[in-house]
Each structure stands twice: as structure tokens, then as C-alpha cells.
């Protein structure tokens, strides 16, 4: 079994920053994809981020500029460094990956929650 946990969400203001951590865990074989959803009151989850084993991004367009997603393979980790937050980044971020031979799991998500 694998699982991942999601940190280093919080309380900011406008203009502030803000980075997620999303670490895997157990019998990890490799992984593929890794990315971030955003999902905020009344709304559909969206994507924010997503990095290959590669290294390629890919960036909804309301984050691009202002957020950054990067992995270290090493330690099976993905980050989200997050600039210049508004207070439409308000949502819960659940992290997600996928497990070669497991498939895709989901983390359990973080709060951020940007102040005006």
C-alpha cells in the first residue's frame, strides 16, 4: 500500500506565500504524474499543477506566474511554492499521484486560506 500526506497549508494574507509539501509513502515502486487540485466552497475541483517523472509542467492559467510545482524523486515528494496569493487561491489542496502498479491515490488536502 502507498499513501501521501499533504503540509504546509495555512492562513495568509494577500501577496503572501505559501509552500505545500506532498510526500509518499510505502511499498512506492515509482511514480509517474504528480499534481495538485484545488477544490474551493461551491466549486468543481480543478487542476492547479502537474509534473511528470520528467520534470514537465503543466500550470492551470490562473496560477501561472505566481505558482511553481517541482518534485524530488529521491524522497518522493512533491511541492507546490505558492507567490502573490489572492484570495480566489482560498480552497482545500489535495495532492495527487500516480502509482506505478497501484495507480492513482489521493492525499487527504490542506486548507490555504488567503485573506483580502
Known amino acids: 500500500q502507498v499513501q501521501l500526506v499533504e503540509s504546509g497549508g495555512g492562513f495568509v494574507q494577500a501577496g503572501g506565500s505559501l509552500r505545500l509539501s506532498c510526500a509518499a509513502s510505502?511499498?512506492?515502486?515509482?511514480?509517474?504524474?504528480m499534481g495538485w487540485y484545488r477544490q474551493a466552497p461551491g466549486k468543481q475541483r480543478e487542476l492547479v499543477a502537474i509534473?511528470?517523472?520528467?520534470?514537465?509542467?503543466n500550470y492551470a492559467d490562473s496560477v501561472k506566474g505566481r505558482f511553481t510545482i517541482s518534485r524530488d524523486n529521491a524522497k518522493n515528494t512533491v511541492y507546490l511554492q505558492m507567490n502573490s496569493l489572492e484570495p480566489e487561491d482560498t480552497a482545500v489542496y489535495r495532492c495527487?499521484?500516480?502509482?506505478?502498479?497501484?495507480?492513482?491515490?489521493w492525499g487527504k488536502g490542506t486548507q490555504v486560506t488567503v485573506s483580502s
Open positions: 509534473i511528470t517523472s520528467g520534470g514537465s509542467t
Open positions: 510505502g511499498s512506492i515502486f515509482s511514480i509517474n504524474a
Open positions: 495527487n499521484a500516480d502509482f506505478a502498479y497501484y495507480g492513482p491515490y
